[in-house]
């Protein structure tokens, strides 16, 4: 892949890229045939790094990480070391499969219930009628399967896996498996599955824009989402004033 511009935001890279660069660079990378892992880093990623060295060393070691949350691109503005725009996950998740097709990528997914996943194979292929679809798995295995699973996958060789786990579960497996998973580039897509299949909707574009993708997925599962978005939220602004104040200082 070629050399790129990156930035540290309170210690996570993040690559400069928009989403036809960033595209391009999967492609490069692909053609590689090393194999390498995908980040997305939103608010919520940003706060639990601080508190996990092992999650900021796995992100830090991945071949490619996007900012995915807008609060994270106004953050790098607002501090003087702006990415392009925002890459949000599950745009880049569509577009990849759009990519596979036209390069005959294969592609595998991983994550969600049975039902759900099926139902993403089903709905990938037909707006991809040439998507080579190596396989897929649901997300709720065991560790005593774990080991038959990574080996059913590297037997398939895909190109591109996507992997819908919550974070961090995504990338500790990730980084745990990578080398025993048979495919190049690897990608955590949180609930992007439930997304893809109809389950669950995403927020107006205008919401998307204004960085409010946050609320509306707060104001859906208020009990659940509470802590992450409030709490996280607040501890982001609090980091962002602290380093912009630092800086000026």
Not at 100 to 110: K, P
Not at 195 to 214: D, S
Not at 228 to 247: D, H, I, P, Q
Request: aromatic share 8%; net charge neutral; with cysteine.
């Amino acid at each position: 892949m070629d050399d790129h511009h990156s930035v540290q935001l309170f210690g996570v890279r993040i690559d400069a890229l928009t989403t036809s660069e960033t595209l391009a660079a999967v492609e490069e990378l692909v053609d590689a045939k090393a194999p390498v892992q995908h980040c997305a880093v939103n608010v919520a990623k940003v706060v639990l790094v601080q508190d996990d060295p092992v999650l900021a060393a796995i992100v830090r070691d991945c071949a490619l990480v996007n900012a995915d949350g807008q609060a994270v691109v106004w953050a790098t503005r607002f501090l003087g070391r702006p990415v392009p725009e925002r890459v949000a996950g599950i745009d880049l998740f569509v577009q990849l499969l759009g990519l596979a097709e036209r390069r005959g990528f294969s592609v595998y997914f991983l994550g969600a219930t049975q039902d759900v996943v099926d139902e993403v194979v089903h709905r990938a292929r037909a707006r991809h009628p040439r998507l080579v679809v190596a396989g897929s798995h649901h997300g709720f295995f065991d560790q005593a399967s774990e080991a038959a699973l990574c080996a059913e996958i590297a037997a398939l060789h895909p190109d591109l896996l996507f992997v819908a786990m919550p974070s961090p579960r995504k990338e500790y497996w990730l980084a745990a498996n990578l080398e025993h998973l048979g495919t190049t580039f690897a990608m955590g897509v949180g609930g992007s599955f439930d997304v893809l299949a109809g389950l669950t909707q995403r927020a107006p574009l205008w919401m998307q824009r204004m960085g409010l993708e946050w609320f509306f997925r707060f104001a859906q599962e208020p009990r659940r989402m509470w802590r992450r978005y409030l709490v996280g939220n607040l501890r982001f602004a609090a980091l962002v004033l602290r380093e912009r104040l630092t800086t000026r200082a």
